[in-house]
């Protein structure tokens, strides 16, 4: 079956580093990887989509990368603030359109 | 902030009772889904229309049902609920088209069965 996943537990980073997320996929690669940032009782906002066929995706100070050798999308944040402190889930889009979500990592940027 | 909106955004009733959550989009997204997502987990789509009269089973098997009647309106109604039906519910849309699928979540309504 499909999966995603992300380390379950939380991940605690200095303000002003660099926040580094993993999500790794099963099976077949995904037409696309999105990554989403979920607040407590909020829903999902979309931050990234970044399609198979390219390795690289950035927005501010956001960065997506593919690896589909290694299965694996990684996230990260620069210049890392408070304001980032969120679950953050990466979703594999497949070819027929179905989405399917990872558990999420939960990020805690410490001041 | 989306416009896509979800009532109530809380919910407590007793086992048996009937519910509806609504969920209204204003941004002409032919896709609507409705995802269930327990704490510290996934979330899981019960239900998806791709359009009005269109309304398919998600990957989660629910007691729940859907209709879509209207574009911009995709309620979830549980006939008699149960203690099991316990969780939060999101509701999504997007655009048509296969290669846009950024999704746009509603905030959830909390619902709890006594």
């Known amino acids: 079956s499909q999966k995603i996943e992300q380390n379950s537990e939380a991940l605690n980073i200095q303000e002003g580093k660099t926040a580094t997320l993993t999500c790794n996929y099963t099976n077949y690669s995904p037409a696309y990887l999105q990554w989403y940032r979920q607040d407590p009782g909020r829903g999902p906002v979309f931050l990234l989509l970044?399609?198979?066929?390219?390795k690289e995706k950035r927005k501010e100070r956001l960065k997506v990368t593919f690896d589909t050798t290694l299965k694996q999308s990684l996230f990260h944040i620069t210049a890392s603030q408070p304001a980032d402190s969120a679950t953050y889930l990466c979703?594999?889009?497949?070819?027929?359109?179905?989405?399917?979500f990872g558990k999420g990592t939960r990020l805690h940027i410490l001041p | 902030e989306a416009d896509i909106y979800q009532t109530p955004r809380y919910l407590v009733i007793g086992t048996g009772k009937k519910i509806t959550l609504e969920c209204s989009q204003t941004m002409g997204h032919d896709k609507m889904y409705w995802y269930q997502q327990d704490p510290g987990m996934e979330l899981h789509l019960i239900h998806y229309?791709?359009?009005?009269?269109?309304?398919e089973k998600g990957d989660l098997s629910s007691e729940s049902t859907v209709s879509r009647i209207r574009t911009e309106h995709f309620p979830l109604t549980l006939e008699s609920a149960r203690p099991s039906h316990t969780s939060q519910y999101l509701c999504a849309s997007s655009p048509a088209g296969y290669s846009y699928n950024e999704q746009f979540f509603g905030p959830g309504t909390r619902l709890t069965v006594l």
């Open positions: 229309s791709y359009g009005v009269n269109s309304t």
């Open positions: 970044i399609r198979e066929n390219e």
């Open positions: 979703a594999r889009t497949n070819r027929d359109d179905k989405i399917i």
